[in-house]
């Protein structure tokens, strides 16, 4: 059993159909906590980190085999603490990162949160220290999102999105990595050329290979 912590409803049936989709049999558990996020923002990721541990013990006591965690902003200290928690424990955008590395060495960062940003620059970078390669990385707030999102506009924020995406010349980027995993429909609205990667699917395989020993 694959258990993921979420700080928004709304991931659970894009995971689930993702699930349906792509790893048929494959047993998910979701945690919803919206607090921990917006705990986050306001003090800082390393200060939910309590309730952060608090939550993976819960699903691993569940039965959990492996935890993915789909909240950029606190997927780093998630992921810290799965040398502690017994089982794997994911970062949903690391495989993200990884193909962004790959991608060239112009990455382009969106987010529709200001709090989402340095996470997920530190691990864009952090992979291609990894990989041996070199990258920039230059972050695009995207203005108005995530006040779209919060009241439940979820068509007028991805449109927007997908619009900063657009935004993004050629000349600019090899690769466009969208933040978090809110925006993933993005990807069906934008005419760019450049690559546009999104975190739930890569990051679900992830999850699927660890909780099963892969």
Do not use: K, N
């Amino acid at each position: 059993m694959l258990a993921l912590l979420h700080t928004s409803p709304v991931h659970v049936p894009v995971f689930d159909a993702l699930r349906d989709e792509a790893h048929p049999g494959l047993e998910l558990r979701h945690f919803v906590d919206e607090g921990l996020l917006e705990r986050a923002r306001a003090t800082g990721p390393h200060t939910v980190a309590a309730d952060v541990r608090a939550a993976v013990d819960r699903a691993v006591a569940g039965g959990a085999r492996a935890v993915l965690c789909t909240c950029s902003t606190i997927g780093a200290v998630a992921e810290a603490y799965g040398a502690e928690a017994g089982v794997p424990v994911l970062r949903v955008d690391r495989p993200m990162a990884a193909a962004a590395v790959a991608a060239g060495e112009r990455v382009v960062v969106l987010a529709a949160l200001e709090s989402t940003l340095a996470p997920t620059v530190e691990l864009i970078e952090e992979e291609a220290r990894r990989a041996a390669r070199p990258v920039a990385v230059r972050t695009v707030l995207v203005d108005g999102a995530w006040e779209r999102f919060e009241a439940g506009d979820t068509d007028g924020y991805v449109r927007l999105v997908a619009a900063a995406a657009d935004a993004v010349a050629d000349v600019d980027a090899d690769a466009i990595v969208l933040a978090q995993a809110s925006m993933a429909a993005a990807v069906d609205l934008v005419t760019t050329r450049v690559p546009l990667l999104s975190s739930p699917r890569p990051g679900l395989t992830a999850g699927a290979q660890a909780s099963h020993g892969a």
